[in-house]
């Protein structure tokens, strides 16, 4: 099966500026962790203490990740997350201790694009930010038609809207990656460590409950009745797909 690609697989060009990426954590042990592992000339790290600090530096820089734990004074990563998303189409990973599922479905309302939860290995940590970051830059070369339809839902990539029976449905930068992929491909089954790969970026399998809670969250936003799916459907003991045309 030839998959359709939102982009390219290219890589970050060696030439180019190093990638911006802020950092909020008020553990210095945390924060100096992962400026330790980031350090490479292919990125600039700028680290902060809380989330008040986390806006106020994103209010005066350009930054290509945003890294935010959630436990932090004055102004907590949920909230951050949130204020940033409301202003850009930032990558955003939230750092957590809490795992649970209500903190990650909470996490992808506000707008983030991953979690990582404390205590992390440093090559997930390294391998998700690569991930994220040829994900961004393969935005740039599409290889994907531009308007995807299927039914009544209609994904315009260019101007990065979805509408569902002519209404205009809000999706978070990663409800709509994982939408597309699965429209564009409409008919094919995916397992989850597939959808892992090709939406999220990664080159192997980690936690994949983050497709379980990208799927549901779709669902609820775009179809009619979402614990009856017509659009994106399961397929027992596979994963997902979008019904065909």
């Not at 203490?49 to 959630?70: C, Q, S």
Request: glycine share 6%; net charge negative.
């Amino acid at each position: 099966m030839r998959l359709i690609r939102r982009t390219s697989d290219r890589a970050h060009d060696e030439g180019a500026s190093p990638r911006r990426i802020l950092i909020a954590d008020d553990d210095p042990s945390i924060a100096t962790l992962i400026q330790v592992t980031l350090k490479d000339p292919r990125y600039e790290i700028i680290a902060v203490k809380n989330g008040l600090e986390a806006l106020k530096a994103f209010e005066e820089a350009t930054f290509d990740v945003v890294i935010l734990d959630v436990m932090m004074p004055y102004v907590d990563g949920f909230e951050a997350c949130q204020r940033i998303r409301e202003r850009s189409d930032v990558p955003i990973v939230i750092l957590t201790s809490r795992d649970g599922t209500d903190d990650i479905v909470h996490g992808f309302e506000l707008g983030a694009d991953d979690y990582i939860t404390k205590p992390f290995k440093t090559a997930e940590l390294m391998a998700r930010v690569d991930a994220i970051l040829r994900r961004v830059e393969g935005y740039k070369h599409r290889v994907a038609p531009p308007i995807v339809r299927v039914g009544d839902l209609e994904i315009d990539e260019p101007r990065h809207r979805v509408s569902v029976r002519g209404n205009e449905v809000n999706l978070t930068p990663m409800e709509f990656e994982l939408l597309y992929f699965l429209a564009a491909n409409a008919g094919h089954v995916f397992d989850r460590e597939t959808l892992f790969r090709e939406v999220w970026g990664y080159d192997y399998v980690g936690e994949t409950n983050l497709v379980d809670v990208c799927v549901r969250r779709l669902r609820e936003k775009v179809e009619v009745e979402p614990s009856r799916p017509r659009m994106i459907l399961t397929v027992r003991g596979v994963g997902y797909k979008m019904a065909e045309p």
